[in-house]
T-cell receptor
């Protein structure tokens, strides 16, 4: 079983839709959580960190449930430019290494 | 430099050939990571350095893979006797000593083994 698992996707949604991605992690020692975005044939870039209390950045909302070892990302009012692969990332403070999920591909259509 | 630099950007190797991939992290970044990304997959962890110390190499797929960072800055990932399944993009990332969780990635080295 992979340490970080994500919805396989792909998600194809119209502009303006709300879409949610889920991620689960297996290492209960995990301390930090992130969502990264990766455009086609580009390197991953940090989208946002995920805090225990949940956090919001514009149209993006991230939530963490430590008890269920579950992370989510909600995108409201999706734009064409949101089309990308969204990667769930988990860090273990013990090793301080960062483990990525396989990614969920989102395509926003006009 | 301003960002993480990787070279070569593209490498075509014949099966059985040895390859070396270089990563020049952002100056002052203590942590350095190598990932392997196959087409349509997420980055798979290979190894992690803190300064010159290789703290985790659990992701290296076989003893044909070797990474080093002898002076705590530039790192090299070496793959011996390449196989077709080694074809992938190899991503290097570094992060700040003031831990923010943000990894800064290079553009990757795309390896094709024929």
């Amino acid at each position: 079983r992979k340490e970080v698992e994500q919805d396989p996707g792909p998600f194809n949604v119209p502009e303006g839709a709300t879409v949610a991605f889920n991620c689960t992690y297996s290492n209960s020692a995990s301390q930090s959580f992130f969502w990264y975005r990766q455009d086609c044939r580009k390197e991953p870039k940090l989208l946002m960190s995920v805090y225990s209390s949940g956090n919001e950045d514009g149209r993006f909302t991230a939530q963490l449930n430590r008890a269920s070892q579950y992370i989510s990302l909600l995108i409201r009012d999706s734009k064409l430019s949101d089309s990308a692969t969204y990667l769930c990332v988990v860090n273990s403070r013990i090793n301080n290494d960062m483990r990525f999920g396989a990614g969920t591909r989102l395509t926003v259509k006009p | 430099g301003a960002g993480v630099s990787q070279s070569p950007r593209y490498k075509v190797a014949k099966r059985g050939q040895d390859v070396a991939l270089r990563c020049d992290p952002i100056s002052g970044h203590v942590s350095l990571f190598w990932y392997q990304q196959a087409l349509g997959q997420g980055p798979e962890f290979l190894t992690y350095f803190q300064n010159e110390a290789q703290l985790d190499k659990s992701g290296l797929p076989s003893d044909r893979f070797f990474a080093e960072r002898p002076e705590g800055s530039v790192s090299t990932l070496k793959i011996q006797r390449t196989q077709q399944e080694d074809s992938a993009v190899y991503l290097c990332a570094s992060s700040s000593p003031r831990y923010t969780g943000e990894l800064f990635f290079g553009e990757g080295s795309r390896l094709t083994v024929l």
